[in-house]
């Protein structure tokens, strides 16, 4: 098997009680944001993980929706402080998409775009 490029999403690390700064997309040549205590990002979170919505920031995220948009969607789809999240699946390959169940429903989104969402593993 041939390892994965570093920075790729098939290299991104779990979520271990920690949070992230903000810092490279997943994906991208560089590697994955630096990590800090006490939180992190949905997008680095791995099947089976549940965590608690804190907030989001998506100044973290490259989009090309204006700026407020892509915080106003997610909100629409149920992301909000409180919200309990668990990760169902990961894409193949390179584990994107992420399907999400949000409380009582669930949905798919990009793991870039994830990684907007901050939350605290549950």
Same mark, same amino acid.
């Given at each position: 098997m041939i390892p994965p490029l570093p920075g790729s999403a098939l290299d991104a690390r779990p979520? #271990? /009680?920690t949070r992230q700064t903000p810092g490279p997309m997943p994906g991208g040549? /560089?590697?994955p944001p630096k990590v800090e205590s006490d $939180?992190?990002?949905l997008g680095a979170l791995r099947k089976g993980q549940r965590a608690v919505v804190t907030g989001l920031d998506e100044t973290a995220v490259a989009t090309p929706l204006p %700026? $407020?948009?892509l915080e106003r969607r997610m909100i629409e789809m149920g992301l909000i402080e409180g919200a309990r999240v668990e990760i169902l699946h990961e894409g193949? %390959? $390179?584990a994107d998409p992420l399907a999400v169940r949000i409380d009582d429903?669930? #949905?798919a989104l990009r793991r870039a775009e994830a990684h907007a969402v901050l939350v605290t593993l549950a």
């Open positions: 979520c #271990l /009680a040549s /560089a590697d $939180g992190c990002r %700026p $407020g948009e193949f %390959p $390179g429903h669930t #949905l």
